[in-house]
């Protein structure tokens, strides 16, 4: 190599713009934020935002703050250009949303940019036309007081960026929780949002209370508790919603610092845990909670695009949230009372290790102390019979015939399969070698149908009935989610006629999210039995819902449907019907808790019985599960 050839180059602005702008720019919604984030900064009380074929055609942002000089506007694009820190003290003081004075320069390289502007004491306005790779225009204007933005063509010489992006209805609801996230905390400042014709929202001044029903909707406004806590150089305010706003999903919980939308699982769980008991399982508090703190005193480090966020002393913050949320929760008298009792007797035996570096595993009673068995657990799994791993997998029932089950099902190699369905079997409380998966559906059937047969409910969760051979037990909710989630399948595959028309049809305002994710699956809801309307902007009409849908719960059942279809694609449940089918059968289920009468027992088992796999759930938990006579007699020291 010839030494004397220098290599290294300062990049062209242009190129270590566009490089910026993929930190900056991921996706047209981080533009809209950018761009809202500095009228908020410019002290706009007005802001309109257009998009255009989901903010890849056109964003369009619209402006009454202070609007900009003809010099400033001539930098205003230029990297590392800010009007908002100036030195040192500046930086550790910051109250805007921006300072870096990256987001217009990113924008600009990425995407044809115009701005118009006019500051107060100026007649004629300046607008400004960027085109990358060309020179800029700036000439004298006619325009409002403020800044109107236009970004055109976002990622056109960045083909890599377009690809990436999700499908227009996807990029619109990013785009469309954003815009949600600032209108609902900053209640005193005008939103007007439109895509493309169509006025999303368009909200004004008024309390925060008012906003949040304007945007969320009477009956979440109606659900709210008041929070409030100072601490030192720290002030948490917002709402927390009662128990029954929770959600599956976490949609409904808005945090913000300073007034910036952010995310923090720390301190959503701080939130959480004040609801102990409160609430069902999996189920998420709704809340808005801002956290106002003196730049100066508390140290924050917040990424401008990842949201997320980490306190000098976290567990201060999360201690005030904590305790803020506990004392709502107690003057609104919903502190629950403390049920350890209970909960030990309902699972008193607990698996341990019975050395410290040994691999024997031992089953103690909790309660007593008593120690119940000895079990080496790599033996274990392959022959105990651990009612947690169903003697069949999805569908496999139709190999084994009456005959020549019980031979089969217990084979080592046979219960390898369902290794991977139960990984945490050596966690479970209840083990005992006499519980049994084994149940035969015809055998099933046929008691059933005898009037002899006796239903007993066990705590309002579990069915007991005796068959031929010993004691059968049923999850009466795993039990009716297999077989609505069996129903819903037969129902989109067009194959059954599920649906029953209401009466009064129902209208009701949703979300803009919401809307958009019932756009993406209209096709299925329609086929599982959901007839509706969308009446753009924000409501939907419900005309029909499907048949096991319970009186009153129409409209629930579908916004929970909605909810728990985000939760299930976050965990990349891809099969949309699948996941509709789970969702919609989990929410329409009886639920444990639920007390059913005889009829209705023998009702729940004659439909299980019909269904292709009545032995788990459609999230692989078992649903029925047999203890044979003469494991009875063996227990009970009848039998060697
Ligand atoms: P930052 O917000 O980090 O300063 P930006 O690239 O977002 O950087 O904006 C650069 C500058 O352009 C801002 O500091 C501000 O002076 C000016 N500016 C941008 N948008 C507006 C607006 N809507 N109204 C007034 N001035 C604006
Ligand atoms: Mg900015």
């Known amino acids: 190599m010839n030494k004397s050839t220098n290599t290294i180059k300062i990049l062209p602005d242009f190129i270590a713009n566009q490089i910026a702008a993929g930190e900056v720019v991921q996706r047209p919604e981080s533009v809209v934020k950018e761009l809202v984030e500095n009228s908020l900064d410019a002290g706009a009380d007005s802001i309109a935002v257009i998009v255009k074929g989901a903010g890849k055609q056109l964003i369009h942002i619209y402006d009454n703050g202070q609007g900009m000089t003809k010099d400033d506007l001539t930098l205003s694009c230029k990297r590392h250009a800010t009007s908002k820190i100036f030195s040192q003290d500046d930086l550790e003081n910051i109250r805007t949303f921006g300072f870096r004075g990256e987001a217009l320069a990113s924008i600009s ?39 109107q933005l236009f970004v055109r063509n976002l990622f056109y010489n960045v083909p890599a960026r377009r690809k990436f992006l999700k499908t227009d209805l996807t990029e619109f609801r990013y785009i469309s929780d954003t815009m949600l996230k600032f209108a609902l905390l900053n209640h005193r400042i005008r939103f007007t949002f439109y895509d493309d014709d169509v006025l999303i929202f368009d909200v004004h001044p008024d309390s925060i209370e008012k906003r949040i029903s304007d945007i969320l909707g009477e009956k979440t406004a109606g659900s709210l508790m008041a929070v409030f806590i100072e601490g030192e150089g720290i002030e948490i305010s917002g709402f927390v919603g009662q128990p029954h706003l929770a959600k599956q999903s976490r949609t409904g919980q808005y945090l913000y610092l300073n007034g910036r939308s952010i995310q ?29 703190v003196d730049p100066h005193t508390v140290d924050v480090n917040v990424h401008p695009q990842k949201h997320e966020v980490k306190f000098d002393d976290e567990r201060y913050v999360y ?61 274990s799994s392959s022959n105990s019979q651990d009612f947690r791993k169903p003697g069949f997998q999805h569908g496999e029932y139709k190999h084994y015939d009456r005959g020549n089950y019980q031979q089969n099902i217990y084979k080592p190699s046979e219960s390898k399969s369902y290794e991977n369905l139960f990984t945490d079997s050596n966690k479970t409380a209840f083990r005992f070698d006499s519980v049994t998966p084994v149940v035969d559906k015809a055998e099933l059937s046929e008691h059933i149908e005898k009037p002899e047969s006796m239903f007993w409910q066990l705590h309002n969760k579990y069915i007991f009935t005796q068959t031929v051979n010993g004691l059968m037990m049923i999850d009466q909710h795993a039990a009716h989610e297999r077989v609505l989630y069996e129903r819903a399948i037969k129902a989109m595959n067009k194959e059954l006629a599920y649906t029953q028309n209401l009466l009064f049809p129902i209208t009701t305002k949703i979300t803009t999210s919401e809307i958009s994710i019932i756009k993406e699956l209209i096709d299925e809801l329609l086929n599982l039995g959901y007839i509706l309307t969308i009446k753009e902007p924000d409501s939907i009409e419900l005309q029909g819902v499907p048949l096991d849908v319970k009186n009153g719960l129409e409209l629930t059942s579908l916004q929970e449907i909605i909810e728990n279809y985000i939760e299930n694609q976050k965990l990349k449940h891809t099969n949309k019907r699948d996941s509709l089918a789970a969702s919609y059968s989990c929410k329409a289920a009886i639920k444990s808790g639920d007390s059913l009468s005889k009829e209705e027992m023998k009702m729940l088992l004659k439909d299980l019985y019909k269904c292709n796999n009545p032995f788990s759930c459609p999230h692989g938990r078992p649903v029925i599960i047999q203890v044979r006579l003469d494991e009875f007699d063996k227990r009970f020291g009848r039998i060697g």
């Open 109 to 147: 390289s990425i995407a044809n940019l115009e701005i118009r502007t006019r500051t107060e004491n100026e007649q004629t306005g300046w607008r400004l036309v960027t085109e990358p790779m060309k020179e800029d225009i700036i000439e004298p204007c006619n325009t409002d007081k403020g800044t």
């Open 264 to 292: 923090s699982k720390s301190l959503s769980y701080a939130v959480f845990s004040a609801y102990e008991h409160l609430l069902e399982k999996n189920a998420n508090p709704f809340f808005i909670i801002n956290i106002n």
């Open 319 to 379: 201690k005030l949230i904590n305790s803020a949320v506990t004392e709502t929760l107690r003057q609104n008298n919903l502190v629950p009372e403390i049920r350890i009792k209970e909960m030990e007797s309902l699972s008193p035996i607990e698996t341990m290790k019975s050395g410290t570096d040994s691999a024997e595993f031992i089953m103690v009673n909790k309660v007593t102390g008593e120690v119940i068995n000895h079990s080496n657990p790599t033996i």
